[in-house]
């Protein structure tokens, strides 16, 4: 039983570059999530999901598409990287107000 | 804006004292709160929620109290041990999405 994987770990981008942080879970929830951390800033939610199918916008958004064709996968897009993503990324899975975080993506964009 | 703060960024204490750290939240429709506790270079992990109805709940060797008239939480850790030495994060859950406040840094002193 792994969790939460996310990957990559590290990520060093140039201004305008897009990527895809990947996120998996295999405890079956249907609640996923992402947010970015930054220094002083706590967590702050960009996308989450309720479910297959279904994705809504969260706190930060701007930037940042999501999709969720399986309960296991919810994939976070950077459409054209700026010097302002930089962060830490956290995916989460949820069961309730129970929720289990991957390790991070620590991103930085040049 | 959302509001989950903290009262104090850092917190020092000795070992095997107890440790008390609070959170200030301000929207009152949330129906949960929760406390993570986030070690160096790893994901948050979960270690209790609140309901919004309820005023205390206790967990093994932590306590939340909830004071919604002042819109006040607080975990307290007994007999604070070195292994808790970490990053403590409240958080509220509202209309499906999580609000984290920016943390307080717990060091136990030996």
């Known amino acids: 039983n792994a969790g939460v994987t996310q990957t990559p770990k590290f990520q060093v981008l140039k201004t305008g570059q897009s990527m895809t942080l990947q996120c998996a879970q295999d405890?079956?929830?249907?609640?996923m999530s992402w947010y970015r951390q930054d220094p002083g800033m706590g967590l702050r939610l960009i996308h989450y999901?309720?479910?297959?199918?279904?994705?809504d916008q969260g706190e930060v958004p701007n930037g940042y598409n999501v999709s969720r064709s399986t309960t296991e996968d919810f994939p976070l897009r950077l459409l054209s990287a700026a010097p302002s993503q930089t962060s830490v990324y956290f995916c989460?899975?949820?069961?309730?107000?129970?929720?289990?975080f991957g390790q991070g993506t620590r991103l930085t964009v040049v | 804006g959302e509001s989950v703060g903290l009262h104090l960024p850092t917190l020092s204490v000795q070992e095997g004292d107890n440790s008390i750290i609070n959170c200030a939240y301000s929207?009152?429709?949330?129906?949960?709160f929760i406390w993570y506790k986030q070690e160096s270079g790893k994901g948050p992990q979960f270690i209790i929620d609140i309901r919004s109805n309820m005023d205390k709940r206790q967990g093994q060797r932590v306590t939340v109290l909830l004071n919604k008239t002042v819109k006040h939480l607080s975990l307290q850790i007994a007999a604070t041990q070195p292994g808790d030495s970490a990053v403590y994060f409240c958080a509220e859950r509202r209309s499906n999405q999580f609000y984290f406040g920016t943390g307080t840094s717990l060091t136990v002193i030996p």
């Open positions: 999901s309720v479910g297959a199918g279904i994705t």
């Open positions: 405890m079956n929830h249907e609640y």
């Open positions: 929207n009152s429709a949330s129906d949960y």
């Open positions: 989460a899975s949820s069961l309730n107000t129970e929720a289990f």
